[in-house]
């Protein structure tokens, strides 16, 4: 297989999407620092076959990934992006075939990260959000910095949390899965350490000794051992009794109960984000992720590309995009507005078979 980052003439410093041989390694970079380098379809489209021809070259000993900036590593998918296609689609305007496209193609993405063979090391060095979480926690060494903010804050707008989220959300200790995929709260590089979500605290400062390293072909376990250091008290500790209590229950509403019997301070808060956000977002994703567990790595991103179609052919991500990134004024309506209006065969209708079919891998 040739290797694009050697036939990639025409790119510049202002790609979005950056590859570079060094020495024994192929180094990625997400180049859109103001815009958090947030993940687009074309960006995809460049990242998979780069990432394949690596994986092919024997000379390639380990492929690494950054982002541009000192503020993110990935803040997400395009969503603006997908909101103005999707609204434009349900108006009769053009087919929404890109729709389809970028969630099939991020989540062959996703696997092929997943599956990869060789050593792939993700410098969550900032904002790992959504999309950016889906670049980097199926890698084999995922590295965190005094910088890191992890969430996955798709309930929010109006989604559910993809990019593997339905797989790896739920294989976190105890709920903890849970209780992140519902409320998107933030973990810093202690707690992703402390649940597993990471394999390794490094200061940013040491970042690029740790890539010249791998490029000279020194082992990323070795590497990684001699630069990691202590990431600190995990914040979270506090509250993981909790949170396996609360978020123990299979149903939303037995959550809000659990909630609202603790009668905590850190209870309250969550009572309120989970007020917060969408309901039917609340309930499609507890029940993905309860099927998740379940599921292997195929099947749940089978399972995503079903959810994500359903969830742009709905209301609640459109108007949750719309108030939070769009409009900006934090007053999304949702519809339906309480946990009491969305049924069962509601959320069961998220699960089925898309027009034009499941998603399909490509060796």
Known sequence: ??????????????AEILF???????????????????????MIRLFDP??????????????????????????????VNLYETGKAAKAGQGDGASI??????????NRLIHTCPKPYVALIDGISM??????????????????????MPETGIGLYPDVGGTYFLPRLPGQVGIWLGLTGDRLKAADMIEVGAADAFIPSAKLESLI?????????????ARHREEAGEPPVAANRAA??????????EAIVAALEAEGTEWATGQLATLKRVSPTSLKVTLEALRRGAKLDFDSCMIQELRLSLAFLARHDVYEGIRAALVDKDRNPRWS?????????EEVDGYFAEPVGGDLRFTE
């Not at 180094?27 to 993940?39: E, G, W």
């Not at 999309?131 to 969430?151: C, N, P, W, Y």
């Not at 390293?213 to 990323?220: C, F, Q, R, S």
Request: some cysteine.
């Open 336 to 344: 339906p507005a309480s946990l009491a209006e969305v049924t069962a």
């Open 130 to 151: 959504g999309g950016g979480v889906g670049l980097s926690v199926h890698g084999s060494h995922r590295i965190v910095t005094e910088r890191t903010m992890f969430a």
């Open 50 to 79: 780069q990432l394949r021809a690596w994986i092919a070259d024997p000379a390639v000993k380990a492929i690494v990934v950054q982002g541009a900036g000192e503020k993110a590593f990935c803040a997400g998918g395009d969503v």
């Open 100 to 109: 389809r496209a970028f969630f099939s193609e991020e989540y062959v993405l």
């Open 212 to 224: 010249a390293e791998l490029a000279d072909g020194v082992p990323a376990d070795e590497v990684v």
């Open 20 to 42: 570079e041989r060094r020495g024994a390694i192929g180094l990625v970079t997400l180049n859109r620092p103001k815009a958090l380098n947030a993940l687009t379809l074309g």
């Open 243 to 252: 949170i396996d209590r609360c978020y123990a229950h299979n149903a939303v």
């Open 1 to 14: 297989m040739s290797d694009p980052a050697q036939t990639q003439n025409a790119q510049t410093q202002n």
